[in-house]
DNA sequence: ATAATAAAAGATATATTTGTCTTTTATTGT
DNA sequence: ACAATAAAAGACAAATATATCTTTTATTAT
């Protein structure tokens, strides 16, 4: 569905969003073992996620490290999906026509229109705090560690 | 939401369905136009599809090409990306862990069970007949050929 | 101030996907 | 039989995604 870079982001965050915060900061270390993702490309990866949108924070240095604000842990996953560019994934058309539109339709428009409105409406309304709620459900997981 | 290829795949055969047959056979010239794919790559595309599975029928020489049996024409979509092997994108973890399991689910898992079962309802009962036939609505299209 | 720490930045490497081009093989119409 | 045709096969090229490693910069604790 999406592509390794966007599976990592949105593990990232919603670790991020469970366990950070402002005098409680995770290092890249940490932080890509309890999502078991490879360490450096994750830090690239969020870094995008810092600079313009300003979704993650961070701070170097000794007690350094990233972590969500309050404000940022109530974004929605479609809003990090924006921000990551690649909401298209969902809202694009299904067998790749440059657009997806009403006017000319590719054939499975009609049938994956309807899918695509509760796609946009689940990503829309979870936010990151909601989905680090949910892992205080011990059964629920977010990495591969238990394989 | 798939990769180009499996794009290309699917439109292929939805055009293949709406106008080959055994006496009526569809060059990979007049295909790549169709369907606005790049040619040489579609061909590789739809050699997969001859072969084992036998879901695409093909012949060399004049009046050779590319064409669906009345039995090919009514897979379903579903069908169609198993034999492509792609099938783990709709119904693998939406957050890419290993396994999509309902005893270690994801965060997402409870929110997105719900859509993939109607994701996958959709392309198991929708064939590539079906799809053909939303091609009569003169608005409904399958290249990009409009802009 | 200094040393330790941790992210930022940059360079590089590998793998995969996408795309093109040429040669070969199979089939058909003449 | 022969020439024309069209897919099959194979080699190659380019672009993108994924991943690793090193150096630099910013921050903090001492
Ligand atoms: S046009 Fe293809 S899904 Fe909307
Ligand atoms: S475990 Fe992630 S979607 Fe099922």
Do not use: W
């Amino acid at each position: 569905m999406f592509s390794k870079s966007t599976e990592y982001a949105l593990r990232a965050l919603i670790y991020l969003a469970q366990n950070s915060s402002e005098d409680h900061k995770i290092g890249i270390v940490e932080l890509s073992v309890a999502i078991d993702s490879p360490k450096s490309f994750t830090a690239k990866i969020l870094q995008k996620l810092t600079h313009g949108n300003k979704l993650i924070s961070s701070v170097t240095g000794p007690s350094g490290g990233f972590y969500l604000t309050d404000q940022a842990k109530k974004k929605s996953l479609l809003k990090v999906l924006t921000l990551l560019d690649t909401e298209h994934m969902i809202s694009g058309c299904i067998l790749g026509l440059s657009e997806c539109s009403e006017i000319n339709p590719c054939p499975m428009h009609a049938d994956y229109a309807k899918i695509k409105v509760q796609l946009l409406g689940m990503l829309g309304q979870k936010s990151l705090e909601a989905l680090a709620r949910e892992m205080n459900d011990p059964k629920v997981v977010i990495n591969n560690n238990n394989r």
